[in-house]
């Protein structure tokens, strides 16, 4: 098997986030231009309440397959933006959806009432059960509109993810009821043969980007790559990692500072999913993943067999070398973020200052290793110990430690708190955003 050589790519002018999100930008705007130019094609009526209603719901087809777009973990979108922006995203435009949905039902309902002297709710009625297609749009409304309340904050951090990934799923249900009910009586969609082919094909485009991005590219992946555990190593009393081989693992796309989605297949694991990032850079032999007993689910992987079977989601995340700008790096870790910037370590090249932030020196999750990396990169390595009051990566401390911190790309990657006053500091000592990087594991949907 050959050995893969990881060669760093010069920092890029053009940053691939920015293409990629422009790429986004301008797709969603050229296909609203396109159903506002459908829309009038097919004219406005005689009721001005119906004509917004149509509209609304027109531009609620649209963002119903951007969301789908969002969540598609599309390999070339996810390494670029990455997952934890696209979630964002997802989020937002998922309110957006609901929103827009709900005006198009008011809109249209008022439309029809007005004329026949009809309640809301009476007209509601009517038109439900005796329209075509109409009560399948109730029932896909009725979800949107149990979702987005199950994904607002306050209810999102009272669900367990499981709980809340089960409900999301009926996301796909929703879509499938609104886009019959658009078959059946949007106007605009049976105007003409080209607005009929135009929302085929992007419904088409749509659910061909999540049927590809979820199902058949990891089920793919996996036939190929066939990992299994091939030893299970004890870091500390909390921690262990994980080595997994399998064929062909020069071939799989995985960069140091991506994380995956990993099922192993027991009888009592295989139907949880973790992600969890590479702890060492893809070397095309070796996959290596480092975790820290957060729970029962976690605790059990120190007790996973060798030859244990795995399935692999991903690789994902724009936590990468790919998004580089400069020469000279800061990398800035806590805790067991330590993870997937000891991979990035591995694989960058130029002067390189990484910083540990840990509680005590027993916190320190592979530091042995960490030490000689540094020495054999010629890279300096500052390890803080001590509580997290008081700061002690507050501006004055990080530019004393790091002087020339404004002329390096910064990677970050820690607990929230941590993270977020890293990035405050960051601002403070005027480090350009383009520079900073950091990366949440957020999954939607």
Request: hydrophobic share 50%.
């Amino acid at each position: 098997m050959t050995t893969v050589e990881r060669v760093q790519p010069p920092p890029t002018a053009v940053r691939p986030k920015v293409v990629a999100r422009a790429g986004l930008y301008a797709v969603l705007a050229a296909n609203a231009g396109v159903v506002t130019a459908f829309f009038f094609q097919a004219g406005l009526g005689s009721s001005t309440l119906i004509a917004i209603g149509r509209l609304a719901g027109l531009y609620g087809a649209l963002l119903m397959a951007f969301q789908l777009l969002l969540v598609a973990r599309l390999p070339w979108l996810d390494h670029r933006i990455g997952m934890d922006r696209l979630t964002s995203w997802h989020r937002w435009v998922g309110f957006g959806l609901l929103w827009t949905l709900l005006s198009h039902a008011v809109f249209i309902i008022l439309g029809y009432a007005r004329p026949a002297s009809m309640s809301f709710m009476e007209e509601l009625v009517e038109l439900a059960t005796t329209v075509e297609g109409v009560l399948r749009a109730v029932v896909a409304l009725a979800l949107i509109i149990v979702i987005g309340a199950v994904s607002a904050r306050f209810a999102r951090r009272r669900l367990a993810y499981e709980t809340w990934h089960f409900i999301h799923l009926y996301t796909y249900v929703a879509v499938v009821l609104a886009f019959t009910h658009q078959v059946a009586v949007g106007t605009t969609f049976t105007t003409s043969s080209a607005a009929t082919a135009y929302w085929w094909v992007l419904w088409g485009a749509a659910l061909g980007s999540v049927f590809l991005g979820r199902l058949v590219l990891p089920v793919w992946r996996n036939l190929r790559h066939q990992l299994r555990v091939s030893a299970v190593v004890p870091e500390s009393d909390d921690v262990v990692s994980i080595h997994i081989t399998g064929r062909d693992l020069d071939r799989l796309p995985a960069r140091a500072g991506q994380f995956f989605l990993w099922r192993f297949l027991t009888k009592d694991r295989w139907w949880q999913a973790n992600p969890f990032s590479l702890s060492a850079a893809p070397d095309g032999h070796t996959l290596r993943l480092t975790a820290k007993t957060a729970g029962d689910g976690t605790a059990a992987l120190r007790h996973l067999r060798v030859g244990t079977r795995v399935f692999a989601e991903g690789p994902y995340g724009a936590f990468t070398t790919l998004h580089r700008t400069r020469p000279d790096t800061l990398l800035v870790a806590g805790g067991v973020g330590i993870t997937p910037i000891r991979a990035l370590l591995e694989e960058l090249y130029g002067h390189g200052v990484l910083i540990y932030r840990v509680a005590t020196d027993r916190d320190a999750v592979l530091l042995d290793e960490l030490r000689k990396l540094a020495a054999a990169k010629g890279a300096e390595l500052h390890v803080i110990t001590g509580p997290a009051t008081p700061d002690k990566l507050a501006p004055r401390e990080l530019a004393r430690l790091v002087p020339d911190v404004a002329d390096r790309d910064v990677f970050v990657c820690g607990p929230p708190g941590m993270t977020g006053a890293v990035l405050r500091t960051l601002r403070d000592l005027g480090v350009p955003k383009q520079q900073i990087h950091a990366e949440r594991f957020s999954l939607a949907g």
